[in-house]
Every structure is written in structure tokens, then in C-alpha cells.
């Protein structure tokens, strides 16, 4: 399941301070003995000899070279993160009252009104956590981290969050927005990749909206396991017994994070999973074992099964965070709510299985309450850069007609 994003962002690197020329000065007879003319006329400059700059063409030359040198080296510290040439690490509030004894923070999005009883969006219930800065895209927005520590799972583990730029709007101050948990593959940990800025994923839900293809998502992009993808042990995104209770941190502690600190949707229709390889399965696992809490996934190259060796011994649980079982019973339960799962899959994957068993689960259950979609990449490959494009052709439109926000 080892899974990681393709492609370095590669350092900025200057080529140099611009380089002057010394200026010589004139020597030698007076000009109008040199030259035959009275002093103080000008003269042209003799063949192959460069004319003279003047001073004030000097200190231009100077200032200017001055201020390219002042841009590239700002530039260079803030790609490595030098203050003050950088925000990261102040403190973002989301339109929130900072946590106390923080200073700074972000104050759009001014606090409205206790919402009538029969409103679809819930206020932030508190306590607000301690966001620090990230980074800041080009349109404003911060993606912020916190640590945070599960009051039902007992695990502590960081958590990124990312608002789109709509939620500090003032059209939208009285609304409730969706939230999308985004599950890494591989180890999650101790980052999950989509929080980085290179796949682009925040830019796209952005993009995606404008197009109306997409709702305005905040993303939720929690660690995914509890340590290394060691020798290939991993958590399947589930409380393996014995284990941190990582099933428990991803469906209960950090959607009571994103209830917390911002205005969401009280109902099931506001809360979504996406992920890819692992994260892809523990999306599909959630939003299957927990219909009544989550409605829906979008599931990149995902197992349809639990395969982690640390289920040894414990085969009732792992019975119990099996998606094909979770499927059955969620079809044979009457009444069982809707769900909808997307999928998308490309040729190439590493895993040759991936395809055929993506398309058994759904010609198997995809029925009655469960409703499916597939993607196909041609050429896709098994890696997060082949996934986030692809969302906007299908998976994330699929998902969005189903969802609400932003409501009031």
C-alpha cells in the first residue's frame, strides 16, 4: 500500500549579484588640446572607445542591482521558510476568536448570531484550537495545523485543515459548510501528503466550485497511521486491538475538530472522505461501517479489503471494518441510508488486482442503498498526481449533487 506523491519542488536558486564594470577616469592633455574643439562642448567617443556612463546613470545601475539582490534574497527565505520573510507558524483562526493566549490570527468572517433551531449549519461548538499557519496560497487562504489529541481515542496525532476562500466571505457568514476528511496512502504519517501545495488539491476544490462542479469543501487532512509504514505495517484506518484506535481518531476525534472551529452541516449530507491507495480504503470503510454520520467517499486505487498483518488473531474485528461485509449488511438492513462511493482507478496501477476488484465490489454491491461510479484512467498510474485531476472529470461531481452546502 506504500503510497507517495511524485515530484520534488526544487529549491529557488539565483544566479549571482549583478556584476558592475570599474569606471576609469579620463588622464592625459586638456580636451580642446586632444581634440581641437573649445572645452566644455561634447564630444563623441573616439572609435572603439565605450562612452562613459554618467553618476546618475551609475546610481541607477546601483539602486536597481540593489533591489534585484533584495527580491531574490527574499524570495530564497521565504521558500526556506526564514522569518520574517514567512507567516508560517502564526496562529490562523478561521474567522474564529483565536485560542486563548494567542495573538494574531486570522479575523474575516465575523461571528454571527446563535442560528434559529430549525437551521441546517452548526456554529462552532468549541474549544478552538491552536491553528498555526502552514502555509498561505496565492488566493489568501492558509492551510493551518494542529495537534490534537483524541478525547474518544486517546491518539495524538496532527491535523490540517484548509477553508476555501467563501468561508470568510460575508455572503456566506450565516452558512454551514461541507467538510471533506482527505485520508494519504502509504504511512500518513507523521504528514499527510495532501496538505503540501504541490498536488494541488486545495487549488482544485477552489477551481472545481467555480466551475460548479464541486461544493466549497473545508478539508480535514489528519495523519492516517499512528507511526512509519515499517516493513509494510499499517492500520487499515481501524482500532485493531491492541493498537491506537485510529478508527475511532479518523470517524469520531477529528470530525469534533472540524465541529469545533468551524460552521458546518449538521446533517450527514455535509460530511464526505476521499483518499487514495490506504487512505482510499479507510474512506470506503468509514463512510460504509458509519452511513448514519458520513455520505459519501471518493476511493483512488483503494483495497476493497483489510490486509493489515497487525489483524492477526483478531478475526471477528477485522470481519467487522471489512467494506465487502460492511456492504452486505448495509444492503440487507432496511432503511439503511443512502451512500455514494466513487471510484477511480488507472490502467497502470501497481497492483494489477485493483481494477477487477474495484469493479466486483460494485457489480457485487453496488445496489439498493449503495450507490457507485468508476472512473478509469487510461495510463493512470497508482500515485496522488494521476488521482487529483481526475476528481474534477466525474468523482467529485458525483459526490457534490449529493451533498449540501453551503446552507443556512
Not at 27 to 53: A, I, K, T, V
Not at 148 to 163: D, I, M, Q, R
Not at 378 to 383: A, D, I, P, V
Amino acid at each position: 500500500m506504500s503510497h507517495a506523491p511524485d515530484g520534488q519542488q526544487q529549491p529557488y536558486r539565483s544566479e549571482g549579484p549583478y556584476q558592475q564594470q570599474p569606471y576609469g577616469e579620463p588622464y592625459g592633455q586638456p580636451y580642446d588640446q586632444q581634440y581641437g574643439q573649445p572645452y566644455g562642448q561634447p564630444l563623441p567617443p573616439s572609435p572603439g572607445e565605450p562612452r562613459r556612463p554618467s553618476r546618475v546613470r551609475r546610481w541607477v545601475i546601483a539602486g536597481a542591482s540593489v533591489l534585484a539582490l533584495a527580491a531574490v534574497a527574499s524570495l530564497v527565505m521565504n521558500h526556506y521558510e526564514i522569518p520574517p520573510f514567512t507567516d508560517k507558524g502564526e496562529s490562523v483562526s478561521f474567522g474564529q476568536l483565536p485560542p486563548s493566549g494567542s495573538a494574531g490570527g486570522d479575523t474575516g468572517g465575523a461571528a454571527v448570531a446563535t442560528p434559529p433551531p430549525n437551521s441546517k449549519m452548526s456554529m462552532p461548538t468549541g474549544p478552538a484550537a491552536d491553528f498555526k499557519n502552514s502555509m498561505t496560497l496565492s488566493d489568501g487562504t492558509h492551510v493551518a495545523v494542529t495537534t490534537l489529541t483524541g478525547k474518544k481515542s486517546g491518539f495524538k496525532g496532527k491535523v490540517w485543515v484548509w477553508a476555501p476562500k467563501e468561508y470568510n466571505d460575508p455572503k456566506f457568514a450565516k452558512s454551514g459548510f461541507p467538510v471533506m476528511i482527505a485520508l494519504p496512502g502509504g504511512a500518513g504519517y507523521p504528514n499527510n501528503y495532501w496538505m503540501g501545495t504541490d498536488l494541488g488539491l486545495q487549488s482544485s476544490i477552489s477551481k472545481w466550485y467555480s466551475q460548479g462542479k464541486s461544493k466549497p469543501f473545508i478539508l480535514a487532512m489528519p495523519v492516517l497511521n499512528p507511526g512509519p509504514d515499517d516493513k509494510g505495517v499499517y492500520w487499515d484506518g481501524s482500532d485493531i486491538p491492541g493498537q491506537p484506535k485510529m478508527g475511532t481518531w479518523l470517524t469520531d476525534d477529528v470530525p469534533d475538530l472540524m465541529r469545533a472551529n468551524f460552521r458546518t452541516i449538521k446533517s450527514r449530507d455535509g460530511w464526505a472522505y476521499m483518499g487514495s491507495s490506504t487512505g482510499g480504503f479507510a474512506s470506503l470503510k468509514a463512510v460504509l461501517k458509519h452511513p448514519e454520520k458520513f455520505k459519501a467517499a471518493i476511493c483512488s486505487g483503494p483495497d476493497i479489503v483489510p490486509d493489515s498483518s497487525l489483524w492477526k488473531g483478531h478475526d471477528k474485528e477485522k470481519a467487522e471494518n471489512n467494506p465487502e461485509l460492511l456492504a452486505k449488511a448495509l444492503i440487507g438492513k432496511k432503511g439503511s441510508p443512502d451512500v455514494y462511493l466513487a471510484f477511480q482507478v488507472g490502467t497502470n496501477e501497481s497492483n494489477k488486482n485493483t481494477l477487477p476488484n474495484v469493479q466486483k465490489f460494485i457489480a457485487d454491491y453496488g445496489k439498493g442503498p449503495i450507490h457507485t461510479n468508476l472512473r478509469i484512467i487510461q495510463g493512470g498510474r497508482h500515485n496522488a498526481k494521476t488521482y487529483v485531476p481526475n476528481m474534477g472529470e466525474g468523482p467529485i461531481q458525483f459526490i457534490s449533487k449529493v451533498m449540501e452546502g453551503p446552507v443556512e
